[in-house]
């Protein structure tokens, strides 16, 4: 490269706006299909780099038509394959043992293949662990890392595709993770001494990174972004002063040691943007950062704030102002969002920049992808075109902002109307406030949040169910197969009728009875066939919400998921379950048990409102919910499991926030719940094994009986939930529904003997980890014929 580097001017960067990162999939997942057909043979590594490559340049290309500037850095390179954090151990070859062979022997680089490798596993190597991003449905990879963990730049990927969109005639910002976020969010790899924690590593890993950046400046990148979101949160396992210190190092090494080039020197590195995404940052942490040498800082304003100013250091630096929420799909008040921009200004920034909160990796593309039409199927509410903002609006909406920062309101003054008028219509359109869910709401009383006695409960439940010891059940889905799948797919499409539709689900519920009835099981489920997803069949059959047609957003990997838009105040027109439970009990003696999904796990995996308080919101999926609740118990159901696998990942980053949160959301359950007379029997699910901060919300949940997950961590959780007092039903799952393998009846029997040991056995229940939707027949049926017999086995010895 012979091009001299461009010299930014730290102090007034992206004057015309810029977002924190972009979707990656593709408008029509064709980043998730060329990966696919990777991993499936059916095309090669250049295949992908090729289909990938035309992405980012059409992604480039899209960001500049919307208003980015293509000069100045501002269009964000956020590119990945899999998962930034997983391309961060890519960067620096910092596998885990167990997949070193996959590491180039000159370099320490990984191929492609060994990039998915590691985040898929091969044979007996188990992947890298999944786990949620901040407070996103976004999973990435947990990299492992120890004292002998290789460290280095070994992989040039951000360089090249700099190159590639400069050729195309953009100049993009690499996105990256920050170093000290990377090793806060690293757990210690096995081989790691005791004590030892990742950050112990900033030094090596601030040292790669050092590599990178001088990589960058000598090919002429003006700008790279640093993203340290670590410093929102305070649920990770590093006290805050440790991460502050570590701030303070790694900046120090990176922008104060490396300088951006004077006249007579060239750049040791592009000038750095560092971003604190998802909540307000911790206490003197943007001053902390104000007094490093970085050259700009975003913050987010839409679910933090800015603290009072003016703060040293400052003065040198652009303040970006995540203005535009990256996080949720409405519409902003622009007016109000500039109205917003004049406190910060006592801050005492260089310059002020408009940006997103979050990166835009959690909204859809773009809502003109959507079909309006009366709002039935997966056509939209026309209303809805203006009220939401997926990616590109927004991307939109902070260069509008950019504008008339820059050259005032009067130049954009059609915008800012239209915005207002959005706003306003969404306010008072019809179904948006519905009286009659309100004055339900208003009228709720403690009363309706609370059940009786759990003795009397027990008592009432017992004479009506008349189960045995160790009782078994499932926690509700059967395989999803084929057949069920080409069902669904012709009756979407209009080419199966309603009623032929209905029989084969009816047919599939008497297939899945019998063989439950086989199995010998003694709390019979439907299967849950009819089914898409346990969040977005709901969604489908409440008022106040939409689901889209191509709203796809990232879930992990090559997963990408499809959120439903929560509108609207929330009813049920209908019943919705009744049907299918009330049929499968017809088919048995046995008791049914009718199966729902909370309003928690329903708001989480939604897009939801954001004008009334999420607790709000919740309590009228409740009490939609609680009439279905009582229309099953109307229609002869003893039993009924309200999923909540979501509770605990709808916990607060911080601290301060969280007890509000457990008040509401198990409040919302409560209300759903707890309608019921004594006999009715009470189930929840929850999916994790991790109970740690929310136990004490299980135990407020009230449930008879809770379910979750527990044969990875060997009934671990079931001492745990001992000492903690609980003293209802408790299912602690015996089949590992992750993974393929079935269980012997040997093993599932000394799983079961290890809960009977440390809690008393008149409450425990013997049951898989969770649903079986994604596992095949020919697994579930010996693994489930296991359980019956271990219970059997144990019972006897009661
Ligand atoms: N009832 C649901 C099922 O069995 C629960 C799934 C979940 O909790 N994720 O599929
Ligand atoms: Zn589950």
Partial sequence: MSTAPTSPTPAAAFPGGTILGYPRIGRRRELKRAVESFWAGRSDAVDLEVAAGALRRETARRLVELGLNPDDGSVPGSFSYYDQVLDVVALLGAVPERFRDLLDDEDGSLELDGYFTVARGRGEDAPLEMTKWFDTNYHYLVPEISETT??????????????????????????????????????????????????????????????????????????????????????????????????ASAYRALATDLTTGTDDTDPERPAILVTAPFGGLHEDALALLAATDVDAIAIDLVKGAAPAGPLPGLEGKTLVAGLIDGHNVWRADLTAKLDAVEPLRALGAGALAVGTSTSLLHVPHDVEDEVFGDGAGTTLDPRLRDWLAFADQKVGEVATLARALAEGRDAVADALAASSAAVASRATAAGVVVPAVRDRAAALTDADFARGSYAER?????????????????????????????????????????????????????????????????????????????????????????????????????????????????????????????????????????MLTGPVTILAWSFVRDDQPLGDTANQVGLALRDEIADLEAAGIGIVQVDEPALRELLPLRRADQDEYLRWSVGSFRLATSGVEAATQVHTHLCYSEFGEVIGAIDGLDADVTSVEAARSRMEIVPELADAGYSRGIGPGVYDIHSPRVPSSDEVTELLRLAVKSIDPALVWVNPDCGLKTRGYAEVEPALAHLVAAAREVRATL
């Avoid at 700099?162 to 993770?177: D, F, H, I, S």
């Avoid at 030892?196 to 950046?213: E, G, I, K, S, T």
């Avoid at 969604?539 to 992990?556: I, K, P």
Wanted: glycine letters at 6%.
């Fill in 458 to 594: 027990a008592a009432a439940q017992a004479a009506r169910l008349n189960l045995p010891p160790l009782p078994t059940t499932t926690i509700g889905s059967f395989p999803q197969t084929p057949e069920i799948r080409k069902a669904r797919a012709a009756w979407t499409k209009g080419e199966l009728a309603d009623a032929d539709y209905s029989a084969a689900m009816r047919e599939e519920i008497g297939r899945v009875v019998r063989l439950q009835e086989e199995l010998g099981l003694d709390v019979l489920v439907h299967g849950e066939p009819e089914r898409n997803d346990m969040v977005q069949y709901f969604a489908e059959h409440l008022d106040g919400f939409a689901v889209t047609a191509n709203g796809w957003v990232q879930s992990y990997g090559s997963r990408c998921v499809r959120p439903p838009i929560l509108w609207g105040d929330v009813q049920r027109p209908a019943p919705i379950t009744v049907e299918w439970s009330a049929y499968t009990a017809s088919l048995t003696q046995k008791p049914v048990k009718g």
């Fill in 150 to 247: 290789p460290v280095s730049f070994a992989d040039h990927r951000v360089v090249r595709e700099y190159a590639e969109a400069k050729e195309a005639g953009v100049t993009t910002r690499p996105v990256l993770v920050g170093p000290v976020t990377f090793l806060a969010l690293s757990k210690a790899a096995d081989e790691a001494g005791e004590g030892f924690h990742p950050l112990d590593r900033l030094d090596d890993v601030v040292a790669a990174y050092a590599d990178l950046l001088r990589a960058l400046a000598a090919v002429g990148v003006p700008w790279v972004q640093l993203d340290e979101p670590a410093l929102v949160t305070d649920s990770l396992d590093v006290p805050a002063e440790r991460l502050h210190a570590a701030i």
